[in-house]
C-alpha cells in the first residue's frame, strides 16, 4: 500500500545509546520532514530533506543525525539519547516542501522513551 | 518566539453545534496556512488551506477564515460531530523571507459530546 511508514512505533531506550528510528515512503515524494512532538510545543521541525543527499536543519536539530541516500527512505538517528530526546517523533514527506499546493502527509509516529 | 499560537488548549462542544477554534500568527511573511487533524495515536492529517488572497475557504462542514490585518485565523466545523473529536494543529508558511518552513501552534484538542 502507498504510504508513509515509521518503525519501530514504540522505543524504549537508555541514555546514551544511539538510537535510530526509521521512516519509509511510497509516493516518491522529493521532500521528507523529521518533527517531534512535545507537551506543550506542538509539532517542530528536526530536519528536512529536499531531495536524496541534501539535507537541512530545522528548528531543533541538536542531537540527532540524518541522511538520506535513497528518496524513499529517511532515517533519523540519536547519537547518544538522553532524556530531553523522549517525544513522540512525526516523519513526513510531500512532493513540493511546504508549498501551498502540497500538504505533507505524515506517518503514525514512533514514540521514544528515553530512560 | 512564538510565530502561530493557539491559545485554546482544549474546547468542548455539544454534537451539532459549531465548533470554532482560533490561531493567531506574527509573521506578516506567511501567505497561507493550513490546519491539521491529529487523532491519538495517529500522525496528523491535512484538513483544509487557506492562501493569504483569501479570506474565507470552504470544505463541506470545515471553515477557515482569515483575517490579515489582524494576523488571525479560524476554523469552523458545523454541524460539529463527535468523529471532530481530536487535536487541531494550525500551521503557517510563506514563500520569502525566512518564513518558508512551516511553522506549528501547539494545538487546540476539540472534544464533541454526543
Known amino acids: 500500500d502507498a504510504g508513509i511508514t515509521q518503525s519501530p512505533r514504540y522505543k524504549i531506550t537508555e541514555t546514551g545509546r544511539q538510537v535510530t528510528l526509521m521512516c519509509h515512503q511510497t509516493w516518491s515524494h522529493s521532500y521528507m520532514f523529521w518533527y517531534r512532538q512535545d507537551l506543550g510545543h506542538g509539532l517542530r521541525l528536526i530536519y528536512y530533506?529536499?531531495?536524496?543527499?541534501?539535507?537541512d536543519k530545522g528548528e531543533v536539530p541538536d542531537g540527532y543525525v540524518v541522511s538520506r541516500s535513497k528518496t524513499e527512505n529517511f532515517p533519523l538517528t540519536l547519537e547518544s539519547a538522553t532524556r530531553s530526546q523522549t517525544s513522540v517523533y512525526f516523519c513526513?514527506?510531500?512532493?513540493?516542501?511546504?508549498?501551498?499546493?502540497?500538504?505533507?502527509?505524515f506517518g503514525n509516529g514512533t514514540r521514544l522513551t528515553v530512560t | 518566539d512564538q510565530q502561530v499560537k493557539q491559545n485554546s488548549p482544549s474546547l468542548s462542544v455539544q454534537e451539532g453545534r459549531i465548533s470554532i477554534l482560533n490561531c493567531d500568527y506574527t509573521n506578516s511573511m506567511f501567505d497561507y496556512f493550513l490546519w491539521y487533524k491529529k487523532y491519538p495515536a495517529e500522525g496528523p492529517t491535512f484538513l483544509i488551506s487557506?492562501?493569504?488572497?483569501?479570506d474565507k475557504n470552504e470544505d463541506g462542514r470545515f471553515t477557515v477564515f482569515l483575517n490579515k490585518s489582524a494576523k488571525h485565523l479560524s476554523l469552523h466545523i458545523v454541524p460539529s460531530q463527535p468523529g471532530d473529536s481530536a487535536v487541531y494543529f494550525c500551521a503557517a508558511s510563506g514563500t520569502q523571507g525566512g518564513s518558508e518552513k512551516l511553522v506549528f501552534g501547539k494545538g487546540t484538542k476539540l472534544t464533541v459530546n454526543p
Open positions: 530533506s529536499a531531495a536524496a543527499d541534501i539535507t
Open positions: 513526513a514527506s510531500s512532493s513540493g516542501g511546504w508549498s501551498y499546493n502540497s500538504p505533507l502527509h
Open positions: 487557506i492562501s493569504s488572497i483569501k
